[in-house]
């Protein structure tokens, strides 16, 4: 039938070449329901729940390592800086795990990749050597010792989430 699924039904193989991406019809998946939520990106059909589980779960790495870098410095304000890379880290991603080569995808990537090191790169020199921006301060002074902890949580994991939703197709 052309469409072989592997244990988990994330991926699947399809056996005719597509040019770029685009959604299968039910045919191919024979999965009605499925169909909506599946690209067929030349040969590879990916799910956008699992590009968002793949998306959202290096989000958290990246983040939890940016939380535990913050925690040293007690400066959170180094979540800003990587608002943009983080976008750019999805793009990167998504782009990876479809095998969506086509010159529009990899444009799109590149545009948000040069826009987030842009970003980035504005919010370091205006903000690299300066104390912590007053939000975080405010935040750090109400919550005292919880501060670690409830940092984890509303500001990192919240701006994590909301570059994964941010993202979806």
């Given amino acids: 039938d052309g469409v072989q699924h592997n244990v988990h039904g994330f991926i699947s193989s399809h056996n005719r070449k597509a040019e770029g991406c685009r959604l299968a019809s039910m045919l191919e998946v024979r999965q009605p329901l499925r169909a909506f939520f599946r690209y067929d990106c ?5 799910s956008h729940a699992f590009l968002f589980f793949c998306n959202l779960s290096l989000l958290g790495v990246a983040l939890l390592t940016l939380w535990a870098l913050s925690l040293g410095l007690r400066n959170s304000s180094i ?6 890379l983080g976008f750019a880290l999805v793009s990167w991603t998504s782009l990876a795990l479809t095998m969506n080569a086509s010159a529009k995808s990899i444009l799109l990537t590149l545009m948000v990749s040069l826009w987030g090191i842009r970003l980035a790169g504005y919010l370091a020199w205006r903000n690299v050597g300066k104390p912590e921006d007053y939000r975080y301060a405010a935040m750090r002074q109400k919550h005292g010792r919880k501060f670690p ?9 919240l701006q994590g989430l909301l570059t ?4 979806l197709p």
Avoid: C, H
Wanted: net charge negative.
């Fill in 79 to 84: 979540i800003d800086i990587f608002w943009g």
């Fill in 149 to 157: 902890f409830i940092s984890l949580f509303t500001v990192f994991g």
């Fill in 164 to 167: 994964a939703v941010i993202s």
């Fill in 42 to 46: 030349g040969g590879t059909l990916v």
